[in-house]
């Protein structure tokens, strides 16, 4: 099964990208393993990603802002998902600093309306020579704070 495009529905803050659960994403109970879950938000996350140019080909020099790492990782399970099919993934940015960034996700519905999972994630652009702490450029910083959720 792949991913099909759906309308996304009205949102606002974020992007939501559909996402493809297969039979065997599922556990020995029939549901969607705990690890996939992070797994399904980083294909999304690098769709959204590759949609505006920023791409990772095994260059680690050429990489640019996609030489970045985890740093932290929250997931809170809030309802099994039990069946393959499309899903959803809404993702969105918490805080966007100078080398690191924090984002918000929920694996969802493709409605966006029933949520599986949620959490966010750290990440820290890396330099590829030196493995330290890096700027995100300002291409990268501009398609950011797009993604930022309100405060408010």
């Not at 809404?90 to 999972?117: K, N, V």
Request: aromatic share 10%.
């Amino acid at each position: 099964m792949t991913a099909e495009a759906l309308p996304a529905p009205a949102l606002s803050y974020g992007r939501l990208l559909p996402v493809s659960v297969h039979f065997d994403d599922l556990d020995a109970l029939g549901m969607l393993h705990n690890a996939r879950y992070p797994l399904l938000v980083e294909r999304a996350w690098t769709e959204l990603w590759q949609g505006h140019g920023i791409r990772f080909d095994g260059d680690w020099a050429a990489a640019g802002d996609a030489c970045n790492v985890v740093k932290e990782l929250l997931i809170s399970y809030e309802a099994p998902v039990t069946r393959p099919g499309t899903y959803a993934v809404h993702l969105w940015l918490e805080r966007l600093g100078t080398t690191g960034l924090t984002y918000g996700f929920r694996l969802c519905s493709p409605d966006g309306a029933t949520t599986y999972a949620q959490g966010t994630r750290v990440l820290v652009r890396l330099d590829a020579a030196t493995l330290r702490p890096a700027p995100w450029s300002e291409s990268f910083r501009a398609v950011g704070r797009e993604l930022l959720r309100p405060r408010g």
